[in-house]
């Protein structure tokens, strides 16, 4: 797939919801996905703080630092070119104060190369929001289900299923966009109430478990290619089992090296002929030993095979270059 250079301007975003093309949005943690990401023409890569479930193996999303997401954003922006890069505000990094919120905003900026930041909620979070775009900083809104406050909204579950939350979560929406919010994520939220908002808002909405209608649509990217294992949300699609794949060539690998089926000879290096049989001369008889006549042109220290052995001699290892 041919894909145009440079970054993809943010306008574009709302040009693309007028024309009524998808956004399609996908998050990425390390250079592989954010290589693999903006190779497949993604639009936009989140560095969301689902890092903390499925990079970091914690149970939700609010144990991840500032200081960790901006290891994970910093290693994601320095790789691609063109998908716009959204750093994701982790939990008590904003809430504060909208002081509190700018200071961590400019943080993922300047230390982690985002293009924008994602905060969840409303309410006061429409403050927070305000104030960073006031800063000169994108923002993304989300609403619905909201991860890092779970336990407040009683748990991972499908927000606005009652008519009086499903105008709360309309209105949320539009508090945000008129707050500045360049875009909108609509999470676990039926699908007429993500296609009202989508409607009512002139931003894009991005869903994840809210149905067809919105804008555009994001995965994490763990849960797309199979690679998180056990229960999964009902809103997920696989496209790939890559645990399987994984666990298949790891064990593949284990049972080669006992079997001494790897290495093979094409996984080895090989040394001079002559070389060979010095050495093999060396070690036979070490007092007899005769330097290579390389080695007494180009250095008067002893060669290695001359010196004791290390405690722990490193492996040599093959890397793409030999
Ligand atoms: O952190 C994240 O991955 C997210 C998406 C689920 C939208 O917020």
Redesign the pocket.
């Known amino acids: 797939m041919s894909i145009p250079a440079g970054k993809l301007p943010l306008p574009e975003l709302l040009a693309m919801k007028r024309r009524g093309d998808k956004i399609v949005m996908v998050?990425a943690y390390d250079a592989p996905g954010a290589r693999f990401a903006e190779d497949a023409g993604i639009d936009v890569i989140?560095v969301?703080?689902?890092a903390a479930m499925v990079v970091l193996g914690h149970s939700g999303?609010t144990p991840v630092t500032v200081d960790e997401m901006l290891f994970l954003t910093r290693t994601v922006s320095r790789q691609v070119h063109r998908p716009i890069v959204v750093g994701?505000l982790p939990f008590g990094s904003y809430e504060t104060s909208d002081e509190d919120a700018v200071r961590t905003a400019v943080r993922f900026v300047k230390e982690g190369g985002a293009d924008i930041v994602?905060l969840e909620g409303a309410g006061p979070m429409v403050s927070r929001a305000r104030a960073i775009v006031e800063a000169g900083i994108p923002v993304m809104g989300?609403v619905g289900l909201t991860?890092q406050s779970a336990t407040m909204l009683g748990g991972f579950k499908t927000q606005g299923k009652t008519a009086e939350a499903a105008q709360r979560l309309v209105e949320d929406a539009v508090a945000l966009e008129e707050a500045g919010c360049f875009a909108v994520?609509l999470?676990a939220v039926p699908a007429p109430v993500a296609a009202e908002v989508t409607r009512r808002l002139t931003v894009p909405t991005i869903g994840?478990g809210a149905g067809p209608d919105c804008d555009g649509q994001?995965l994490?990217y763990h849960d797309l290619l199979g690679l998180t294992e056990g229960h999964l949300p009902r809103f997920v699609k696989r496209y790939g089992n890559l645990s399987r794949e994984i666990r298949d060539a790891l064990e593949s690998y284990a049972e080669d090296v006992r079997s001494g089926t790897f290495p093979e000879e094409q996984h080895t290096y090989e040394m001079p002929f002559e070389e060979l049989e010095d050495f093999e001369r060396m070690i036979e008889s070490p007092s007899s030993s005769k330097p290579s006549a390389q080695a007494t042109k180009s250095s008067s220290r002893p060669t290695n095979a001359q010196l004791p052995a290390p405690r722990s001699e490193p492996p040599l290892r093959k890397t793409s270059s030999p």
């Open positions: 998050t989140l969301g703080d689902t999303t994701d994602k989300h991860p994520v999470e994840i994001v994490v």
